[in-house]
C-alpha cells in the first residue's frame, strides 16, 4: 500500500483543490493537492517537497487532519491529510489542469478522487456545525 500525504490548505475561508492533468490515470478528478511519501520521508517533508514540485510554492506543515484508505486498479493507497499553509511562492501549476479555492461548503460540487472523498466530506461538513 502506497501512502500520500494531502495538504487541507485553506485562505479566507476556503480550501484549495487542484484538478488532475488528462492522461493521469485519475484524469480530470479533483483532488486535495500532494503526494506519494517517499522512503524515509516525513509526512511534513514530504507534503513540503510536493507543495514545491507541484506548485513551486513552501509551506508549513500543521496538524493532521484524517486518513482515508482506497484500492484502485493500479494502486492501493492511505491519503493522510495535514494542515498546510502558505508562506511564500506564486502558485505555478506544474503538475495539475487547474487550480480552485472553494468554500468547504461548496467541496461537494466537485468530482473528486474516491481517496479524497472521506477526507472532503469531512471538510464539507465540520464548517455546518
Known amino acids: 500500500m502506497q501512502t500520500v500525504i494531502a495538504a487541507v490548505m485553506e485562505k ?70 495535514y494542515r498546510a499553509r502558505h508562506i511564500s511562492g506564486e502558485f505555478t501549476m506544474l503538475d495539475h489542469e487547474e487550480i480552485q479555492w472553494v468554500l468547504p461548503s461548496d467541496l461537494n460540487n466537485y468530482e473528486f478522487s474516491e481517496a479524497d472523498k472521506p477526507i472532503v466530506r469531512m471538510l464539507a461538513t465540520s464548517r455546518d456545525e
Not at 500532494?34 to 506548485?55: D, N, Q, V, W
Open 12 to 81: 479566507d475561508g476556503k480550501i484549495l483543490i487542484a484538478r488532475r492533468r488528462r492522461g493521469d490515470a485519475l484524469e480530470n478528478k479533483w483532488e486535495l493537492p500532494g503526494g506519494k511519501m517517499e522512503a524515509g520521508e516525513s509526512p511534513a517533508e514530504c507534503l513540503r517537497r510536493e507543495l514545491r514540485e507541484e506548485f513551486d510554492i513552501e509551506t508549513e506543515i500543521g496538524e493532521f487532519v484524517g486518513s482515508s484508505e482506497y484500492d484502485y486498479r493500479h494502486l492501493s493507497i492511505r491519503l493522510m491529510a
